[in-house]
């Protein structure tokens, strides 16, 4: 008999399965920003500077509507995961029905508004006249996709609740040597920007596709019914509930990424471009992050869901260490290669000595970032998705705005820019850790009744 692809997180030692949960997390995160490094690589090596920086001028934009769905998605995650934890299969089934259905109606809403607004979108970014009709080519492509861009997400989610990370990964795997081959082919065919753009839309398509034919042939865990296929008011609540403001949350970060590419902007197109090929790279050490704290998510769900308030704190504490060793670890491997990766992406000497100023700046305070994203994700485990959300809005946006319009607009420079990421997370952490405290006393002291 096959061994199940699903991990008991009720039971047993908690290190080992924390790992072997985020570990194909984090490399999902990882091929998902492959599909951007593949369009900035391809477009730099055969293209130019300029068609690069059109796309890295969209990453932010991506990234709101990115954020928006991983953070729907987390909110099927959460309530799914509690019910699998309260051994409630049916209503488990129900939750998985009810978060596919919004994910169709999210991903066609956001091509729809995106077609709508996208030209308002670039005119807002101060684009460079000599990149916005590029910039505005590529964002127009990419969103035509966002229907199999939301469903890739929320089905994973279903996937990860049942604690298997493993079948997205390898969905994404196929569709990421899709997106590379063609890339290459599009560009070759003289079709630029708007040809690595369709190229992810078809890619993102594959890895749906794929989990959704998993979905419907199911023999173990949940299963995907056609014939049920249809929201249940009370489920779909709580799953907004709990998914918007970590949504929010997400998109915070991207918002006011927006704002600093704005400023990056002005800078001129070599500054863009270094910054479209340093954000390839570092977002791929905020995967780890990122895995393990939606592991601490999904992990505490599926305990809150059995009662086991113990387990709960437990899996708190790992996740935190675990975060903190892998982001760590992961900055120090992009420090020593800092060279060597953005000269993949660009071999001008100017654009990488930018990106080497942008990596030192981002990545080596990264390890702040660990105490928003872990005690964030343990306090959704628990249902409560609301305040980190507002505090994320305070002190990312928040910090990140007065500092753009204040120490930024008297000393316009790219080091001074980039000093606001550290500044704001650390304000953030901060805020994050002392609502974490309180929200834990206010669980265990009503659990304890």
Same mark, same amino acid.
């Given at each position: ?71 729907? #998605?987390?909110?099927? =995650? *959460? &309530? ?11 209503? /488990?089934?129900? @939750? !998985? ?77 196929? #569709?990421?040597?899709? =997106? *590379? &081959? ?11 920007? /708007?040809?690595? @753009? !369709? ?83 570092? &977002? ?166």
């Amino acid at each position: 008999m096959a061994k199940s692809k699903n991990i008991d997180m009720l039971h047993g030692s908690l290190w080992d399965k924390m790992v072997i949960f985020a570990l194909p997390l984090a490399l999902t995160g990882m091929l998902q920003q492959l599909y951007n490094a593949a369009d900035v690589a391809v477009l730099g090596k055969f293209v130019g500077t300029t068609a690069m920086a059109a796309v890295g001028n969209n990453i932010a934009i991506i990234g709101i509507i990115v954020n928006l769905f991983l953070g729907l #998605s987390l909110g099927g =995650n *959460v &309530i799914i995961a509690r019910f699998i934890g309260a051994k409630q299969r049916e209503r /488990a089934q129900a @939750a !998985l029905h009810t978060a596919f259905v919004l994910a169709l109606i999210i991903g066609f809403s956001m091509a729809i508004i995106g077609q709508i607004a996208a030209g308002a979108i670039i005119e807002w970014l101060q684009v460079p006249s000599e990149v916005e009709e590029m910039a505005e080519t590529y964002l127009r492509v990419y969103l035509l996709g966002m229907p199999l861009l939301a469903l890739y997400n929320f089905q994973s989610a279903i996937f990860r609740a049942q604690g298997d990370t493993r079948t997205p990964l390898m969905a994404l795997m196929v #569709s990421s040597m899709s =997106n *590379v &081959i063609m890339d290459l082919l599009f560009v070759q065919l003289g079709l630029g920007v /708007a040809g690595v @753009a !369709l190229a992810t839309d078809l890619s993102n398509g594959i890895s749906s596709g794929i989990l959704c034919w998993k979905l419907l042939h199911a023999k173990e865990g949940l299963r995907l019914q056609l014939s049920k296929l249809r929201p249940e008011r009370v489920l779909l609540k709580n799953i907004i509930k709990i998914g918007l403001p970590a949504g929010i949350q997400g998109m915070v970060f991207s918002v006011s990424n927006i704002l600093i590419q704005a400023a990056i902007n002005s800078l001129g197109p070599d500054a863009m471009a270094a910054s479209a090929a340093a954000f390839t790279i570092e &977002i791929n050490v905020y995967c780890f992050l990122n895995a393990f704290a939606q592991a601490t998510t999904t992990f505490v769900s599926q305990n809150y869901g059995a009662g086991n308030m113990a387990r709960c704190l437990m899996v708190t504490k790992r996740g935190m260490m675990l975060a903190l060793g892998s982001t760590m670890g992961m900055a120090v491997l992009v420090l020593l290669l800092s060279q060597q990766l953005l000269g993949f992406f660009n071999p001008d000497a100017n654009v990488i000595a930018l990106g080497t100023v942008r990596l030192w700046y981002i990545v080596a305070p990264e390890f702040l970032q660990v105490f928003i994203d872990v005690f964030s994700g343990a306090l959704r485990g628990y249902g409560y998705s609301l305040g980190p959300a507002i505090l994320t809005l305070v002190g990312i946006c928040g910090v990140r705005i007065i500092w753009l319009y204040s120490v930024f607009a008297v000393y316009s420079t790219y080091d001074v820019l980039m000093a606001c990421y550290s500044i704001s997370w650390l304000v953030t952490g901060a805020m994050i850790v002392g609502m974490y405290i309180h929200y834990r006393g206010k669980i265990l002291g009503a659990n304890a009744k």
